[in-house]
């Protein structure tokens, strides 16, 4: 079996990471290889490679075979064109200086694109954060937009409940015309009681304590010329109701007693 330029895999899972080594084609993939001449990482875009070129274009030269990938690495480095390039220096169809301008001016062209391609990257990636950023924003926006409209809403109905809290509460400290008016009445019909009292107590008659002294000791009498009295008037009394019970009534009493024919 030939020997084969192939990639060896390094890296951890999901992260890939190759050596471009020189080995034996019938050892294993990732088993002992003869040489390193490089390094290979897909991850990044565009895809890194770090070969030493010499390395790789004598062992190309000596018929080492790459596999698929290495080959599209190393006509990617300029590889072939340099194997291109000294076959027609050995055929003589230009000398070997004239080989290294070629070469040269082809390196220079593609790292010239590669720059060009990076920038491009870099570009598209700032205008894709841009448009990203802008989006962002235009939803915060319109979330704050929503958020502001919702506390507005919050607190006009504060405010709305704030009023009619503060209007009951007038409304309770506040009582109505019409009870103030039966009330002025009241007020007024109780002066009005209140003077003609005043006036019944003023035109009352004062009773001075001489006259009531006086009163007294007329009315006061001997209890010896009280007693005889007393019953000398008892006895007339009875004898005078006695003749009323037997006497008749008159016929002039009886005569307007009688109802009249009429």
Known sequence: ?????????????????????????????????????????????????????????????????????????LKREGIYLKKHLMGGVQKGAFTEEQAEEKLIAWREEKARKLSDLKLDIINSNKSQMKKR??????????????VHEKRQAVLAAEAAKRAEVLAATEATKKPPVAETTETAEVVEAAAETVTVTEEVTENEVVIEPETAAETATEEVVEPAEATTETVAEAAIEETSEAATENTEPTAETTAEETPSAE
């Open 1 to 73: 079996m030939p020997v084969k330029i192939r990639l060896q895999r390094r890296g951890k899972k999901g992260q890939p990471f190759y050596h471009v080594v020189i080995a034996d084609g019938r050892a294993p993939r990732d088993g002992r290889f003869i040489e390193k001449i490089g390094t290979y990482n897909p991850l990044t875009h565009p895809a890194t490679v770090v070969l030493n070129f010499d390395r790789a274009y004598h062992w190309v030269s000596c018929g080492a075979q790459p596999s698929d990938t290495a080959r599209t690495i």
């Open 133 to 146: 950023i802008e989006a962002e924003a235009k939803v915060k926006e319109t979330k704050e937009a929503i």
